[in-house]
């Protein structure tokens, strides 16, 4: 972590701060802006929020106070891993997400497989559904895991290194495509959108593996 200077701790934050991150987080929490910027919350006010403070706020509906607290919970938990990972750890969990989501979609398709051959068992159609649950956990942890390297690589040096602000955009822009993908495999359900992840997840991570190797 001494290769590069650690950003500014979110506990120290003033009001403006406070209210420019969280403009950013979603259009549900823009109503409450105002109310925030003139309580004068401060990155202190982040570290003790509450389902509770929220309401206090005004922030009555339960959905937003979820997204809320869910991006606040993200934002502890990367301030607390500063410290417990390096840039290599964090790429490395990108790629075993890409190795999860591959490995998920193939014992879908044994499944599925038994399914379209007429050998169908007991159980078969819940193993079905547990088995395209997995798959949204994989992509959900693969997500997290491109937020966060992406977050990484903004900051010094990284963000000063071309080749550095082109993986990042690489890997942004595949994260959006992949989760597109996903979006209409799992809700399709077909094999031939399930099959054109996995295509596409290998291609871009064995071309990006010859690209850092050169």
């Not at 075993?96 to 399914?115: D, E, F, G």
């Not at 956990?137 to 900051?155: D, K, P, T, V, Y």
């Not at 979006?183 to 094999?191: R, V």
Request: proline content about 3%; charged content about 20%; glycine content about 4%.
């Amino acid at each position: 972590m001494d290769k590069f200077e650690k950003p500014q701790s979110y506990l120290s934050w003033t009001t403006a701060q406070v209210i420019s991150w969280l403009s950013g987080l979603d259009d549900a929490v823009e109503p409450y802006l105002s109310a925030f910027s003139a309580k004068n919350i401060s990155g202190k006010w982040l570290s003790s929020l509450t389902a509770d403070v929220l309401d206090k706020y005004g922030v009555h509906k339960i959905g937003h106070q979820m997204i809320i607290l869910e991006k606040v919970k993200q934002l502890q938990y990367q301030f607390s891993s500063f410290d417990n990972e390096t840039l290599q750890s964090v790429l490395l969990r990108v790629s075993r997400s890409c190795t999860c989501i591959v490995t998920a979609i193939n014992s879908l398709m044994a499944i599925t497989k038994r399914q379209d051959a007429d050998s169908p068992y007991p159980g078969i159609l819940s193993d079905i559904q547990g088995a395209v649950s997995y798959i949204l956990s994989c992509i959900l942890n693969l997500m997290s895991s491109i937020g966060n390297a992406a977050s990484w690589l903004e900051r010094p040096p990284f963000s000063l290194l071309p080749e550095m602000v082109v993986f990042r955009q690489f890997l942004v822009e595949n994260a959006i495509i992949t989760n597109r993908l996903s979006q209409q495999a799992i809700s399709t359900q077909c094999n031939e959108h399930f099959k054109e992840i996995i295509d596409y997840v290998c291609r871009k991570t064995h071309y990006h593996n010859l690209r850092l190797n050169q």
